[in-house]
């Protein structure tokens, strides 16, 4: 593709929260290619997090969820699920699972799971996906 390249794309991601009441909610942020747009505290059982990105070059995006580090009291974040990625308000469906996540201090040690969608710790959760997406008036393309 030649010539300038532009596209605005709106990323969603469902989220089931299982910590439990005594726990401490966890705080995340959303973002693609290393950028951050959206930051939220995760506090309902299950929400829709969402941002919008514009990408300015053709290939790969990765879009990334941050669980941030809490300054006291970190290791009483819950778990949480990651239930469904949208991409211009299309699913990703089970591609999803083509994701790493990066876990910041695993109790074994572990710097990198493949296909994780619960997420316990502290750490960066990356999907990658390519682009340009073309849409039409009843048809989209481009998200695996």
Request: hydrophobic share 30%.
């Amino acid at each position: 593709m030649s010539g300038n390249y532009l596209e605005r794309l709106r990323i969603s991601i469902d989220i089931e929260n299982q910590t439990r009441k005594d726990q401490i909610n966890p705080t995340i942020s959303l973002g693609l290619n290393d950028e951050f747009y959206s930051h939220y505290t995760v506090t309902n059982d299950f929400d829709t997090y969402s941002f919008d990105a514009i990408v300015y070059t053709v290939g790969t995006q990765t879009v990334s969820l941050k669980i941030h580090e809490l300054e006291q009291d970190s290791w009483r974040i819950g778990q949480i699920y990651l239930r469904d990625l949208r991409i211009h308000g299309l699913s990703v469906g089970l591609c999803m699972y083509n994701s790493i996540y990066y876990p910041v201090s695993h109790p074994k040690d572990i710097t990198e799971l493949k296909s994780t969608l619960c997420l316990g710790n502290r750490g960066i959760w990356e999907y990658k996906f390519e682009t340009p997406v073309y849409e039409g008036d009843e048809w989209r393309i481009g998200l695996v």
